[in-house]
């Protein structure tokens, strides 16, 4: 099996480090990887043969990972165009989020529930800009001037906390800012008003997620025909199809 590893377009293979025979599978499996990856979910142990020997990674799950392999990806893969970060809480950082945007191509960043404050988000409004964001958690709110700034871009948008209502000056603002959002999730209690509403004044708008607290039954009723309600969960894939037919042709892995 591993003689042919060099050849996947996409790899995520990890154990729970518990047996060491799982462990040696899954380094070996890893270091295995070639030219042909685009699409990687990282382990500490390959990251130093993947940024060697895999320079046209495109996508990057680097939530199992810490900032110094990760800092040496983003530098070494210079087509990597989108990272996972979400959840990654120990090293997600100002300066560790600055590092990888020294790599101007990345396109599409996810680092919801991470420890990155304000500072991260004026270095966003100068970085190229995103078409994928999510950003919030426990310890985030919206903020409103980098979406002002950088949401003309945004084809996938999540923000938002845990009880959160999205407010009357964000919701007015809100379709001028970021006109453009094909799926669009906000964590909190936001209205069915609000969201409704929303929803009509974003003509793209096809997939939008909300947590369990909106009743959806009365959500769906409220929005446009064209718009899915979706589970948290599922953020992540929406838009996926349109990312392999970007990054790895008709033919996804």
């Known amino acids: 099996m591993i003689k042919g590893v060099r050849r996947p377009r996409s790899l995520q293979f990890s154990f729970t480090p518990t047996y060491k025979a799982s462990v040696a599978l899954e380094t070996a499996t890893n270091r295995a990887t070639g ?11 390959a990251a130093e043969h993947v940024s060697v020997n895999c320079p046209n990674l495109k996508y990057l799950d680097g939530s199992n990972l810490e900032a110094p392999p990760v800092a040496v990806l983003a530098v070494a893969c210079d087509q990597l165009a989108s990272i ?16 990888l945007l020294h790599n101007p191509g990345i396109t599409e960043l996810r680092h919801f529930d991470t420890e990155i404050t304000l500072t991260t988000l004026h270095v966003l409004k100068t970085h190229r800009p995103l078409t994928l964001l999510t950003l919030g958690g426990p310890n985030h709110k919206p903020p409103a001037p980098l979406l002002s700034a950088r949401g003309a871009s945004l084809t996938r948008l999540c923000i938002g906390e845990p009880g959160w209502r999205m407010g009357a000056d964000l919701a007015t603002m809100f379709p001028n800012a970021v006109a453009s959002p094909r799926s669009l999730h906000l964590h909190g209690k936001t209205s069915v008003r609000v969201l409704a509403s929303l ?8 997939d939008l997620g909300v947590d ?3 009743n959806r039954n009365e959500l769906q009723d409220s929005v446009p025909t064209s718009v899915s309600l979706y589970e948290p969960s599922d953020f992540n894939w929406l838009g996926m199809g349109d990312l392999w037919a970007r990054i ?3 033919t996804p892995p």
Do not use: C, F, Y
């Not at 030219?35 to 142990?45: C, D, E, K, Q, Y």
């Not at 970060?85 to 600055?98: A, E, F, H, I």
């Not at 929803?199 to 096809?206: G, N, Q």
């Open 84 to 99: 996972e970060l979400s959840g990654s809480q120990k090293w997600v950082t100002d300066d560790g989020v600055r590092t």
């Open 212 to 214: 369990n607290s909106v």
């Open 35 to 45: 030219t042909n990856l685009i699409s990687w979910m990282g382990t500490a142990s």
């Open 199 to 206: 929803s009509h004044r974003l003509p793209v708008l096809r």
């Open 248 to 250: 790895a042709g008709a």
